[in-house]
């Protein structure tokens, strides 16, 4: 994993058999994020879970084996209390040009990901939802 930081800018670049969460939730505590957008994310991935939401406590997790193109990555991370969570979603294209989306639960990088992340120190916490059973985003006063 390489990063750098320019502004409010970090760019990363991932390398084959990095795992994607692992390696964001490293970069976030180099960079001192305590929220972040991210802006994009291109690359490819494998051996990747994706959810849909049904209704709560059932994501419809699906796994998938081969490698995949990273079309898009976005969403949000927040640091809470020490530890980042992380709200993402992926489309992802396979030798077909048949595309998959998702909430990202897991994946691998296969050649690369190449993701560019807005850090601000605006507080975004997430708490569970009792009526829907999802990880709610609740803004903080700063």
Do not use: W
């Not at 490293?26 to 291109?42: D, E, F, N, P």
């Not at 507080?123 to 009526?131: N, W």
């Amino acid at each position: 994993m390489q990063s750098k930081e320019k502004g409010s800018l970090i760019f990363i670049r991932l390398f084959p058999g990095e795992d994607i969460y692992q390696a964001l939730k490293k970069t976030c505590q180099m960079h001192k994020v305590k929220t972040a957008v991210v802006l994009s994310g291109i690359g490819q991935l494998k051996q990747f879970k994706l959810g849909y939401f049904r209704e709560k406590g059932d994501y419809a997790p699906e796994e998938f084996e081969k490698p995949h193109e990273l079309l898009s990555l976005t969403g949000s991370i927040s640091n809470q209390g020490g530890d980042y969570n992380f709200h993402l979603h992926v489309a992802l294209g396979n030798e077909i040009k048949g595309v998959v989306g998702g909430h990202l639960i897991k994946g691998t990088v296969e050649v690369t990901n190449e993701i560019v992340l807005l850090k601000t120190d605006l507080m975004v916490k997430r708490a569970l939802e009792e009526d829907t059973g999802l990880q709610g985003m609740f803004l903080e006063e700063v």
